[in-house]
Each structure stands twice: as structure tokens, then as C-alpha cells.
């Protein structure tokens, strides 16, 4: 491929983006099939790329995405509603995580023999919902807040759960006498190290946008404090991920948490941090995160693997991809039997928000990696069941959409009084 065509090509692919924001915001349908589709063409259809050399980039453009679109989500958090929610959040992701991870794990086992650990890796990986996908949609569908920001805290929390689960499986694999209950007294560990550091994190750098947000740059530097943030938290064995969340969460509400504060109240002016987050860091931040999306999800499409689509591929996947959603529906009927009854509109919602996506394909990687046997087949695993719970949360979404439009067509908001109050 010529520098020319590389070029090219990566302005059909953000053409192709942006018609499907539009498309999305006049048909309220996902675009993630077309960008899928796109990948397809470009990979297996016109061997644009050769599959050998995109699969080692995976763990880095899917880092880098995941990094993006979880502090755009933490930026989109309401102090408020955070606190209100966190509780479900935990509730629906333990549920959600641990039935989808033993359904999927248990259907593996049975329906092709392979050995426990395989499947328990292979359940662990599929496991969770991808923050890359709920969060980019939640954000942009209409939806109570409080649902908004549940969907938004499990994607990024189940998440953490799939990495450290993976991870614990292979070194178990590597030394079977680990000590599993050290390992899940530091995944919780790992959890609340990332909330706390990405926390602390935020409000300080609310400090340091006090001071330099009217400066050229801003969005750069705190761009550096993201990655560094999320350095620091995984060389000290704290979730990254979570860390960035807060960090986003803490950063778009630390200047009124701040201000609370009556020693600082008087003390400090925060009309610079507000400046930067307004009008520079949110701006600058969802361009990027658009592009590292659109990219991300187009080469997920490049991945595709013909020879692997046999006939007990296709059954197994079926099975797995059911399970998931058979799993996903007890979660959150578990949720409501928990803690509030949930509305229908908002069970459907939650029921149907299970898509996979960039924390499955970059962890179904990992144990063929280790050398674990067996798992070699997990990527092409990964991309099916990736590919339908997208196809599938695109058509939930566009009837989710056409209903809420039902809704309003049906009851108009009434007409604005007159001035002075006369008919």
C-alpha cells in the first residue's frame, strides 16, 4: 500500500464516520455495522492489510481507544447522579459479569470439551459489556440519567473485572498453585486503588487548570496527565481504566466539588479550570475520541477470518452469543429484585445494552499469547460474538429510538403561553 493510498483511504474511513454520526442523529442507526463493514471489505475483501500484521497492534490501539472514550465517559458523569447510582452499577455488573462469564464458560465446556480452564478464560473474556460501545451510545440515545450513568459505571467496572480475570486464569495456568483468594482480595484492591488514585488525580488537576487553563495547550498537557495517570495506577497494580473514568469524573466536577469547600471558596478563582474544560478539553477530546473509535472499529472488521466460519463455529458462537443475553436479562431482573423496581422502558434498556467489544478482542489475544493450549481459536470466538451483540444492540437501539419518537408523536409537549399570559 502506497503512502497515497494510505491516505486515502484513512479519509473514506473518517468520511464514513461522520455520515454515520449524521445518520445516527437523523435515523437514530448505530454506525457501528457500517464501520465493521468498512473493516471487512478493506481486510479480508481487498487485503488491504495482511491479518499478521494488524493483530500486534491490538493491544495498543485498543488501549488507546478504551483510554479515550473512558474519560470522555467520566466527563460525562454527574457528581450527583454517581453517587446515587454506584450502588446498582456494582449490583448489575457482579450479576451481569459472573452469570455471563460461568453461561458462556459452561456452554464452551460442553459443546466442544475443551479443558475448564480454556473455558473459564474464554467465559472471562466474553464476559463483560465494551465501554468503547455503551458509552459512545448511551451518550448519545435518550435515556434517564440515572440509567445513563449505571450503563456507563458497568461498562467500565466490567471491564477491569474481564482484565484482571484474564489475567489471574493465566497465571494460574503458568503456576496452578496460586492463591485464587489472594488474587480476588487484589482484583477488589485493584478496583479501589483505580477510583481513588483516578479521583485524587482529577481534583488536583482541577489545581493545575486553575492555574494554566487559559493557556495555549491545556487539552495536551492533560492529555499527558491521562496517560500518566493510567501508567502509574498499572505499574502500582491498580486499574488503569478505573482511573481514568474518575479522573473524568473528578475533572468535570471538581471545580464545583471545589468550590464547596470553604477554605478554597474564598481562596480561588475557578473560572480558568471551567474555561479549559468547557471550551477547550471537552471540544478537542470528543474529535479525537471520534477518530480513535471510527479507526478502532474498522480494524476490528479487518480481523475477520474466513476459513475459521465452519459449521460447529457458527453453532458454538450461536449458543454463546444466546447465553450471553439469556444471563444478561437475570442480571438485571436481579438488579430490580435488589434495590428499586425498574420501569419496563428502562429493564428493555439495560436488558438489551450488552454489546462486546475492544476489552474482548484485546483480551482473546492474551492466553494464545501465554502459550496456554487451546485458545488459539478465542480472536475468531471474539469477533463473532462482537460482531452480532453490535449487529444486535444497532436494531435494539433504532427500536428504542422509533419508540421514544412514537411517544412524543402521540403526546406533544404543549404549546408555549403567550406573552403576558393571554390566549
Known sequence: MTLAQAFGISAVILLAGFAGRILFEKTRVPDIPILLGIGVVLGPGLHILERSVLIPLAPYLGMLTLLMIMLEGGMNLEIHQLMNQ???AVILTFFSVNLATGAVAAGYLLMTGSGLLPSLLLGSILGCTSGAVVIPLVNAMRMGKSTRTILTLESALGDAMAVVAVVVLVRYAAQPSADITGQL???AGSILGGV????IGGLFWVKVLERTGEMPLS???TLAAVFLLFSAAESAHFSGVIAVLFFGAALSNGPA???RIPALREKDDWDASRTALDGTIRWFHEELTFIARVFFFVYLGMLVEWSSLTGRFLAVSAAMISLIYVSRSASVR???LAGRRLVPFERKILTTMGPRGLTSAVLAM?????GIPGTGVFVQYAFAVIL???LFVTFAVLRSERRIDAMLAANPPPPPAPPGGML
Open 86 to 88: 454506584w450502588k446498582r
Open 219 to 221: 487539552y495536551m498537557i
Open 366 to 370: 492474551v492466553p494464545h499469547a501465554a
Open 196 to 199: 481513588l488514585l483516578g479521583a
Open 185 to 187: 482480595l487484589a482484583t
Open 334 to 336: 436481579l438488579l430490580g
Open 388 to 390: 452480532v451483540t453490535n
Open 257 to 259: 466539588i471545589l468550590s
